[in-house]
């Protein structure tokens, strides 16, 4: 499985990276921005894109409307990670097409298991 970490603050990628490397069936690429996002999701396809929301100059929910507006990312599911985790902004991030979101902070003994979770559904 190929995965997608996208987050503006690079101990959380790092954490992030280590977290999913430790389930050998996962092979891990990040990047730091909206803009980076989704020239590395259109390069290198992965099977899913965990998204940070709170972003500066592209947050999280423009970022998955831009990658739904390119026919070469637009079917790629994407998982919100956030501490934005109310009944209501969960609703929200799944009327904007995000396939579920996984709460920050996250569990790095669980983040993979989580990730085949909800990247399955």
Avoid: N
């Amino acid at each position: 499985m190929r995965v997608l970490y996208v987050d503006d603050e690079p101990d959380i990628r790092e954490i992030a990276r280590i977290a999913l490397d430790l389930d050998d069936g996962m092979v891990i690429e990040t990047a730091a921005s909206g803009l980076e996002a989704i020239d590395k999701a259109a390069a290198w396809r992965p099977d899913v894109i965990l998204l940070d929301v709170m972003m500066p100059e592209m947050d999280g929910p423009t970022t998955l409307a831009e990658l739904r507006a390119r026919d070469d990312t637009r079917a790629i599911p994407v998982v919100f990670i956030t501490a934005r985790t109310q009944t209501h902004e969960v609703e929200r991030f799944r009327s904007l097409g995000a396939c579920a979101v996984i709460a920050k902070p996250f569990d790095p003994m669980l983040l993979a298991a989580q990730v085949r979770a909800v990247s399955h559904r």
